[in-house]
């Protein structure tokens, strides 16, 4: 089965600091990753997707991933926070579900505090 | 997200109780998923449709039951509510058409809290 693992519940960062957060991913086929981000009290809203074409993908706000096949990694990235940036950040990779379904399955999620 | 509303936003509900949660949209999207959000645990999928009257058991799908009589609707039931399924529920909809790279839109979630 298809998993996901985000290193750091937490992460706080200075405003103007790069932002890293991290994901490994768990696989036995090729992985389809996702980050979502959820802003207080709000729904999830999708930031990037990789679906197998470029391993560097960029996403909306700044952010961007790097898939990393030899690491198994999926780390989001911006090089500069910004305050509205402060949220819970989770990581999700497809699995297949059976009947033509596909699920997502997600990380325990990290909370990213902006330092002012 | 426009395209998905959940109600209701909010519910406070007894111990032993049955909760009706529904999941509307307007988008005609062939897969709707249920998920529980709690700390510490993320996300996790409760049970998932993927077509009308098609429905199947997600990962912890113990307590609860789903029906899909119409496309626009998902409803997720809880036969008899437990203080343990105090969390905040979130439907997706998906119209993956065997694209496994498509993503979910999610709706803004119903917070439940059983005493």
């Known amino acids: 089965a298809q998993s996901v693992t985000q290193l750091g519940s937490h992460v706080s960062v200075s405003e103007g600091a790069l932002v890293l957060l991290r994901c490994n991913y768990s696989s036995s086929v090729p992985p389809y990753l996702f980050w979502y981000v959820q802003y207080p009290n709000q729904g999830l809203q999708l930031l990037l997707k990789y679906t197998s074409a470029a391993t560097l993908v960029k996403g909306i706000n700044g952010f961007e991933a790097e898939f990393k096949k030899s690491e198994t990694s999926f780390h989001l990235t911006k090089p500069s926070a910004h305050m509205s940036d402060a949220a819970e950040y989770f990581c999700?990779?497809?699995?297949?579900?059976?009947?033509?379904?596909?699920?997502?399955?997600f990380g325990k999620g990290t909370k990213l505090s902006v330092i002012p | 997200d426009a395209g998905i509303t959940q109600s209701p936003r909010h519910k406070v509900t007894e111990t032993g109780t049955p909760v009706t949660l529904r999941c509307h949209q307007t988008?005609?999207?062939?897969?709707m998923y249920w998920y529980r959000q709690d700390p510490g645990h993320g996300l996790r999928l409760i049970h998932y449709?993927?077509?009308?009257?098609?429905?199947d058991k997600g990962e912890v799908s113990d307590g609860y039951s789903v029906s899909r009589s119409k496309t626009e609707d998902f409803l997720l039931t809880l036969e008899s509510a437990t203080s343990s399924q105090t969390s905040v529920y979130f439907c997706?909809?998906?119209?993956?058409?065997?694209?496994?790279?498509?993503?979910?839109?999610f709706g803004s979630g119903t917070r439940l809290t059983v005493v």
């Open positions: 999700a990779v497809t699995s297949y579900s059976g009947a033509g379904s596909y699920q997502l399955t």
């Open positions: 997706a909809i998906s119209d993956r058409r065997g694209d496994r790279g498509y993503g979910y839109t």
């Open positions: 449709s993927y077509g009308v009257k098609d429905t």
């Open positions: 988008e005609n999207h062939r897969y």
